[in-house]
């Protein structure tokens, strides 16, 4: 029975690693036809995807090593201060050292976006995709730092909505646990909470989807506007736009 388990795992394992993957190229293939309003049959393009599913996951793997790495740079430092084996220059660098790691992880998460687009949409090679979305990255990272920003802050916004809808389920939920404790009836609390946990994990795991779809589609559009050399900083437009008013 546990050869049997075993198996069972790994397949399931292998199931979800294959639907993750094949989610990510059908969401970037449809975000581009939706560009050009087009309809898309998701199941045809979904099935259509497993072609790419081995570079794909290729692309997965490496930047989220990268990913990894990065992480553990940033951290790794402070748990040598934190034991007092770090010496000086090591806390004094430190900041720099997380903040570099922070932007490498944000760059490694652009080009995952912008290699697997290369893949989907332009069928690279994994080692073509890596190269150009690095440099298409280099020639417009103030517009995917201007993005990045962007999103940064509709992520506050959602975390925003998240709290809010664990207030308006918690309220109610709160009030019925007070009330199953004053007539005495504990099944009712049970209940109630056992509601409420689920109703907001609906609503987060909605609201986390939701987010995710959209992220990867705004990406995608500026990875078509900056392959086509449409795509300019909004900073250096309103610097132009300034120096003409000036002048």
Known sequence: ???????????MAVLFVFTVINSFSTLIFAADKFRKDKKVDLAKA???????????LGLVIFFKVLIMIFGSLSVAPLWLVMNGTAGVGM??????????????????SFLLVYSTAFVVLEDYTFGQAVKESWQLFIGHWLVNLEMAVIIFFINLLAGLVMIVAALII?????????????????????????????????????????????????????????HAGTAMSKLIRWAHYLKINKV
């Not at 007070?178 to 609390?189: C, E, G, N, V």
């Not at 959209?214 to 990875?223: C, G």
């Open 1 to 11: 029975w546990a050869l049997a388990l075993g198996i069972l795992l790994l397949g």
């Open 46 to 56: 979904w099935f259509a995807m497993k072609k790419k599913f081995a570079p794909v």
């Open 91 to 108: 806390v004094a660098m430190y900041p720099l050292i997380f903040l570099f790691s922070i932007l490498a992880i944000l760059v490694c």
């Open 170 to 226: 918690g309220v109610p939920v709160l009030i019925t646990f007070l009330f199953s404790l004053f007539i005495q009836f504990p099944p009712l609390a049970t209940v109630a909470i056992a509601l409420g946990l689920l109703l907001f994990i609906l609503v987060v795991l909605f609201i986390a989807s939701w987010m995710g779809a959209y992220q990867v589609a705004a990406w995608v559009l500026l990875f078509r506007r900056m």
